[in-house]
Structures are given as C-alpha cells and as structure tokens.
C-alpha cells in the first residue's frame, strides 16, 4: 500500500533544518501501523510531506501509494488516488457549512477518479448515518466548518469526514491530543469501524493510551527523522514503562 | 486661497453644465438651498482630507467620461427570483413601460418627476433635509449637488408592513450618460420596508437615498450595484432613525473602475440599530471607497459595519469608517470591522478607522485587517481533494461571509452569493 524509501526533508526556508533523515517505512494492506516517538522526531513533518503540505523540501527518497509516485501530486491529487491524513488541528473555517465543505470535497474526489457526483439527498441520507455513528447530531453538521467545535467534536468531524471519503490510506496525526478518555473512545470506535482488509492506518501518537484502543499491528519508534526500532504491539507497553531514552541510547 | 479659488473654479464650470429642473414651490425651495450648499462647500478636490484616498476629479469634472457598455453575459439580473415591485431606470431616466405598476399594500410611491406638482407634504420633512444635517461635520457636496439638481428618483412612505421590496433597476445605456437619482423614504411608525438597488445608474451615476426611520420601524436595503467595469458612481445614504427602529443597508460591488459610497446614518431614537454592510470584490481597474460615518445621538443603540473587501491585479480598497457617540448616548454598543483579502501582491487597501466617543459608558471596538488566503485552512481543504480553484473560492466566501449574514433575508442573501460565487468563477486564476 505505502512505500517509503529513504525519505529526506529538510524546511524549504531553511535548509539547514533537516527533518526526516532517511526514513523507510512499507505498510500492507489492511494493517495499522503505529509511529511513537518523542517532541521533534519528525512525526508530523511525515504526515505533512506524504499529504503535500507546502513548507517542506524532499532531497532524497520515494513515496508511493499503491505504485504511484505521491510527491510528485498535488494534495488534491493524492487525496483522490486515496490518502487522508486526520489534522492533530483541524482547521476553522467561518462561513463555509459543514455540509457544504463534506459533499463538496465528497464530490470533487468522485470527479477525479471518473465517478458520478453524489446528489444532495444520496449524500445527506449517507452522511446521517456515518455521523449518527459518531454521535455528531445535525446541529454540528450545518455549523461552519469546526468553527465552535470542542476538541472532541473537531476530532469526531476529521473521522467523520474519513468515513464519507473512504480513503484507502489514513494517516492520524495524534488525533488523541486534547481528548478525554471518553472522547477517545469514541474517535477509536470510529477508526476502528472503518478498519477493512482494503485500507491501512498510519497511526502517530505520543502515548501508548490510544493504542489500547486503536490496537496496532507494528509499531515504529521514530527518533531524528528515522524509525529507530519497530516491533509488534508490546513496544509501544515498553515505551509507555520505560520512556524514550532508553532506546536512543540503545541506537546510539 | 489659491486652493479655494481654484475649487470654485471647478465647481462653477461643473455647475455650468446642470439646469434647475422643473419643479412646484417646495421642491425648487430645496433645491436653491441645495445649490447654495454646494457653493458654499465647493466640490472637493484631491487635498480635502476626506478624499485623501480617493480622486474625485471624475466625479467633479464637468464631462463624465465616458463608460464602454458592458454584457454580463448568461448572468441573470439581480433580485431577478425575487418576487418585488420593480421600477427601471435607463440612464437615470425612469422607464414606465419597463416597471411594474407601483401599487403595493401599505407603500405610496410617486416619482419625483411629479412630485412638485403633487405637493406631497411628508417629502417636505425628508428631500434635501437629511442630507443638509448630514453635511456637518463632513461636507458631502456631491450628495448637495444631487439635491440641487436630481431631476428624477423615487419617494416612498411607507405605513404598514410592504407585502414585497421595492426594486430600483438602473440600466447602463449609453457610453456618455451622466444621471443622478434622488430618492426619499420615509417609514412610518411600526412600518416596514425591503429596498432593492441594482446595476450601475449610468457611465457616470450620482446617487442620494434619504431614509427617515420612525419609531419601532424597520427599513432593510440591499444594493448589487452591477458589473459594468468602468462606470463611475457616487452614493450617498443619509438615514434618521427612531427609536426601537432598525436600519440595515448592504452593499456588492462587482468591478467598477470608480465607486464611492457614503453612509451617514444617525440613532436619534433609543434602543435602536443601525447595520451597515459591504462586500466588494475587484479585479483590475477597481476602486471601491466606503465611507461610513455613523452618529449615536440616543442611548442603549447598536451599530455594526462590517466591509470586506477582495482585491486582485491591481485593484483598490478604501474604507473610511466612524463611530460618533455623543455625550447623550450612554450605553452605547459600536462594532466596525473592515477587511481585505489581497489575491496577489499587487493590489492595496487603505482604511481610515475612527472613534470620537463623549459617553463614559460605552463600548466600542474597531479593527482592520489585510491578508492574503490562509495556506493552513486552504492546504486543509487541498488535503480533502477540493481542487485549488475550488478551495481559493470556498476561503473567500468564508471570509465574506461575515458581511453577507447582514442580509436578513435568505433568499436575497443567496441572489448576493450566487453573484460573488459567478465572480469567482469568472476571476480565479
């Protein structure tokens, strides 16, 4: 499914900040892969270079999704071939309908891929259900996009929004950042209700307490732009007991 | 004196080319008062501190220049869906045959054409009334100039709630046309009226609108003053307002290589509001001024302006916009903000906010800001497979948005959205 080879990327106004150092990564189809590591490993950089945030230069390395080239797309582009990355922040954006912005996006991926755009009862009648799921109730739906949401309601809308464009690729950037336990439940039951043998996940966290809930096939500690060690679901428990710098020290 | 003369000089070759239309005895009264204002004013040149940011010399000049017609394509008229009384005006002069009969429950309408025959004695309280209050402490003496000489326009009382709006459709005829409009409204207690304006008055327009706002009435006016990239115009709105009365006014501009509005509003009854609101989006040659000077006479009013602008390829924004609290006006609640939103690098906005506050229990707040999209929101967008084109048009609703909940009427509100989302269509790179 993704294929990462070597991936260098350093800050476009600033070459001398390099960010991820050579970094390899292969997810399969159907598996959920965890990224660990500690503040300024490079976690989100990856999650920004794979979905084509401007602000970054790759110098060296691939990155493919099903075979083809995702840094040579546009975002747009690389959403339509099947990637989704959840925001650790979502975005407000003021007077732009919640709805509007979902069957908008909905509508421009089918556009790119040949398919025929939803009409505006097909996509009501399948939004109510993805958000009945998500308990986001009508309200949330027709307020501007994010704008008034608690941290929860804003997570609940980035899976909600995963759920109606049926990605292929999902990346989580710590999307259990600012949540509550109870709220963490309930963004873990919806990523766990799209898990199928088609799609992966690509799940970045600082802690291991989402992974309880997201039970991740591979885990990968990532440290200075690399994965420094990966392993089943234990690791991230041995993180969680021991910390980080045990095992940079270990590569070190 | 150089300057002065200089001014008078200018003024007296503009006043050369005007006649004093017919009139009965009231309205030639008016109108020589008005005459008197504009020689005593003069007409302002480019050192009037009002004008700093905006050449009138176009709109002062003797000649208009003059104005290519302009086709706007496969694009309805505005308010066109809308269910109203609708009267046309072809160069400023009122089409009979192309209007709807001006019979609404609750509304007299009466042209000012016949108005001095027909001694309509409400009219008396409002033509040329509001406008002289509203020279001081800023003269506006093309808002004189049009009470002196505005041979045409529409006067309305209104008594009751108006079932429908009133439409003004101005036609942009011919390249060398020159008008002015002058019309009155008055709403009576309790009353409550919609008026509609569209399109531009004529190569060169001069606009005035006076609005008399009596107690616990509600006045809503809403203005697509067309495409037509180079008609110039000058508007002025001076409204009275009663008390427990309401006054909403929002403006789209569409291009248009010169277009001033003023707004001069006045809360003299309590616990009234008074809404002004703007929405202008230029590519090119666009220069678009605001001008809002709003006075809180009364206590326990609220005003609101809020102007955004969209400004592309060289196209230029002005805003000028006050708030006056007198010391009567205690508890007052004043909010302004003007923004714009820079497409590329090469166009400017210049604002001018201003406070002058006599009260000690008010709150005001003011801002002003200019940017360009935020890449964040739009790369979130991107991120959801909206194309780039798509996601620059969806963020620059998104931050007109503001200014278009000030129309209160959704079906209107969505004529004004359908036209900004054409534009966009029409200007995206």
């Given at each position: 499914?993704?294929?990462?080879?070597?991936?260098?990327?350093?800050?476009?106004?600033?070459?001398?900040?390099?960010?991820?150092?050579?970094?390899?990564?292969?997810?399969?189809?159907?598996?959920?892969?965890?990224?660990?590591?500690?503040?300024?490993?490079?976690?989100?950089?990856?999650?920004?270079?794979?979905?084509?945030?401007?602000?970054?230069?790759?110098?060296?390395?691939?990155?493919?999704?099903?075979?083809?080239?995702?840094?040579?797309?546009?975002?747009?582009?690389?959403?339509?071939?099947?990637?989704?990355?959840?925001?650790?922040?979502?975005?407000?954006?003021?007077?732009?309908?919640?709805?509007?912005?979902?069957?908008?996006?909905?509508?421009?991926?089918?556009?790119?891929?040949?398919?025929?755009?939803?009409?505006?009862?097909?996509?009501?009648?399948?939004?109510?259900?993805?958000?009945?799921?998500?308990?986001?109730?009508?309200?949330?739906?027709?307020?501007?996009?994010?704008?008034?949401?608690?941290?929860?309601?804003?997570?609940?809308?980035?899976?909600?929004?995963?759920?109606?464009?049926?990605?292929?690729?999902?990346?989580?950037?710590?999307?259990?950042?600012?949540?509550?336990?109870?709220?963490?439940?309930?963004?873990?039951?919806?990523?766990?209700?799209?898990?199928?043998?088609?799609?992966?996940?690509?799940?970045?966290?600082?802690?291991?307490?989402?992974?309880?809930?997201?039970?991740?096939?591979?885990?990968?500690?990532?440290?200075?732009?690399?994965?420094?060690?990966?392993?089943?679901?234990?690791?991230?428990?041995?993180?969680?007991?021991?910390?980080?710098?045990?095992?940079?020290?270990?590569?070190? | 004196?150089?300057?002065?003369?200089?001014?008078?000089?200018?003024?007296?070759?503009?006043?050369?080319?005007?006649?004093?239309?017919?009139?009965?005895?009231?309205?030639?009264?008016?109108?020589?008062?008005?005459?008197?204002?504009?020689?005593?004013?003069?007409?302002?040149?480019?050192?009037?501190?009002?004008?700093?940011?905006?050449?009138?010399?176009?709109?002062?000049?003797?000649?208009?220049?003059?104005?290519?017609?302009?086709?706007?394509?496969?694009?309805?008229?505005?308010?066109?869906?809308?269910?109203?009384?609708?009267?046309?005006?072809?160069?400023?002069?009122?089409?009979?045959?192309?209007?709807?009969?001006?019979?609404?429950?609750?509304?007299?309408?009466?042209?000012?054409?016949?108005?001095?025959?027909?001694?309509?004695?409400?009219?008396?309280?409002?033509?040329?009334?509001?406008?002289?209050?509203?020279?001081?402490?800023?003269?506006?003496?093309?808002?004189?100039?049009?009470?002196?000489?505005?041979?045409?326009?529409?006067?309305?009382?209104?008594?009751?709630?108006?079932?429908?709006?009133?439409?003004?459709?101005?036609?942009?005829?011919?390249?060398?046309?020159?008008?002015?409009?002058?019309?009155?409204?008055?709403?009576?207690?309790?009353?409550?009226?919609t008026l509609l304006e569209s399109g531009p008055l004529a190569?060169?327009?001069?606009?005035?609108?006076e609005v008399d706002v009596a107690d616990g009435a509600r006045?809503?006016?809403?203005?697509?003053?067309?495409?037509?990239?180079?008609?110039?115009?000058?508007?002025?709105?001076?409204?009275?307002?009663?008390?427990?009365?309401?006054?909403?006014?929002?403006?789209?501009?569409?291009?248009?290589?010169?277009?001033?509005?003023?707004?001069?509003?006045?809360?003299?009854?309590?616990?009234?509001?008074?809404?002004?609101?703007?929405?202008?989006?230029?590519?090119?040659?666009?220069?678009?001024?605001?001008?809002?000077?709003?006075?809180?006479?009364?206590?326990?009013?609220?005003?609101?302006?809020?102007?955004?602008?969209?400004?592309?390829?060289?196209?230029?924004?002005?805003?000028?916009?006050?708030?006056?609290?007198?010391?009567?006006?205690?508890?007052?609640?004043?909010?302004?903000?003007?923004?714009?939103?820079?497409?590329?690098?090469?166009?400017?906005?210049?604002?001018?906010?201003?406070?002058?506050?006599?009260?000690?229990?008010?709150?005001?707040?003011?801002?002003?800001?200019?940017?360009?999209?935020?890449?964040?929101?739009?790369?979130?967008?991107?991120?959801?497979?909206?194309?780039?084109?798509?996601?620059?048009?969806?963020?620059?609703?998104?931050?007109?948005?503001?200014?278009?909940?000030?129309?209160?009427?959704?079906?209107?509100?969505?004529?004004?959205?359908?036209?900004?989302?054409?534009?966009?269509?029409?200007?995206?790179?």
């Amino acid at each position: 499914m993704l294929e990462i080879k070597n991936l260098h990327a350093e800050l476009e106004e600033d070459s001398e900040v390099k960010i991820l150092r050579g970094l390899d990564l292969s997810i399969k189809a159907g598996t959920v892969h965890a990224i660990m590591g500690p503040n300024g490993s490079g976690k989100s950089t990856l999650s920004y270079v794979l979905s084509g945030r401007g602000g970054y230069k790759v110098t060296a390395g691939s990155a493919t999704l099903d075979g083809v080239d995702l840094l040579a797309m546009e975002p747009e582009e690389r959403a339509a071939a099947g990637l989704f990355l959840a925001f650790q922040y979502p975005v407000e954006i003021p007077g732009v309908g919640n709805m509007t912005f979902l069957r908008t996006a909905v509508n421009a991926q089918r556009k790119a891929r040949g398919q025929a755009e939803m009409s505006a009862a097909e996509f009501l009648k399948a939004v109510r259900v993805k958000a009945k799921e998500l308990q986001i109730d009508a309200e949330m739906l027709k307020r501007p996009v994010n704008v008034g949401f608690s941290g929860g309601e804003k997570k609940r809308n980035e899976i909600l929004q995963m759920a109606m464009l049926e990605p292929k690729m999902c990346i989580l950037d710590e999307t259990d950042s600012g949540l509550d336990v109870d709220a963490m439940k309930l963004v873990a039951d919806g990523v766990n209700a799209l898990r199928d043998a088609g799609r992966s996940f690509l799940v970045i966290t600082h802690y291991q307490r989402l992974l309880d809930h997201i039970v991740p096939d591979v885990v990968h500690i990532m440290s200075n732009g690399r994965m420094i060690r990966t392993g089943g679901a234990e690791l991230a428990l041995e993180v969680e007991r021991n910390g980080y710098a045990d095992l940079k020290a270990e590569v070190a | 004196m150089a300057v002065a003369s200089a001014r008078q000089t200018d003024t007296a070759a503009r006043l050369a080319t005007l006649a004093a239309p017919d009139a009965g005895t009231w309205l030639r009264g008016a109108r020589a008062q008005a005459l008197e204002r504009v020689k005593t004013l003069g007409l302002p040149g480019r050192r009037d501190e009002y004008w700093k940011f905006t050449d009138p010399r176009d709109l002062a000049a003797p000649i208009a220049p003059r104005a290519a017609l302009f086709d706007p394509g496969d694009e309805a008229p505005a308010f066109d869906a809308i269910d109203r009384v609708n009267l046309v005006f072809r160069d400023g002069v009122f089409d009979a045959g192309a209007s709807d009969d001006p019979a609404l429950a609750g509304v007299e309408i009466e042209m000012l054409s016949r108005a001095g025959q027909a001694d309509i004695h409400w009219a008396r309280d409002v033509f040329g009334v509001l406008e002289s209050q509203g020279q001081a402490p800023v003269p506006r003496p093309f808002a004189a100039l049009n009470s002196a000489f505005a041979a045409e326009g529409v006067l309305i009382r209104v008594t009751g709630r108006a079932a429908k709006p009133v439409a003004l459709e101005y036609i942009h005829s011919s390249e060398a046309s020159d008008a002015m409009l002058h019309h009155c409204v008055k709403l009576e207690s309790g009353a409550e009226l919609t008026l509609l304006e569209s399109g531009p008055l004529a190569a060169r327009g001069n606009i005035v609108l006076e609005v008399d706002v009596a107690d616990g009435a509600r006045f809503h006016h809403i203005r697509a003053q067309g495409r037509d990239p180079e008609c110039r115009v000058a508007t002025h709105v001076f409204a009275r307002i009663g008390a427990q009365a309401l006054f909403k006014s929002f403006t789209l501009s569409a291009n248009g290589a010169l277009t001033r509005n003023e707004v001069v509003v006045d809360l003299q009854g309590a616990d009234a509001s008074a809404h002004v609101a703007g929405a202008a989006v230029g590519d090119g040659a666009f220069h678009h001024d605001d001008t809002v000077f709003i006075t809180h006479t009364a206590p326990r009013c609220e005003s609101r302006q809020v102007f955004k602008k969209v400004l592309k390829n060289g196209a230029r924004g002005v805003f000028q916009g006050k708030i006056l609290v007198r010391q009567g006006a205690q508890k007052t609640d004043g909010y302004q903000i003007s923004q714009a939103l820079m497409l590329d690098d090469d166009s400017q906005f210049l604002a001018k906010p201003e406070l002058e506050i006599y009260a000690d229990d008010v709150q005001c707040s003011h801002g002003s800001t200019t940017g360009a999209i935020d890449e964040t929101a739009l790369f979130y967008l991107r991120s959801r497979g909206v194309p780039l084109r798509q996601a620059q048009a969806l963020m620059v609703l998104s931050f007109l948005a503001q200014a278009l909940e000030e129309i209160a009427d959704p079906v209107i509100a969505a004529d004004i959205q359908a036209r900004l989302e054409g534009w966009l269509d029409r200007h995206s790179t």
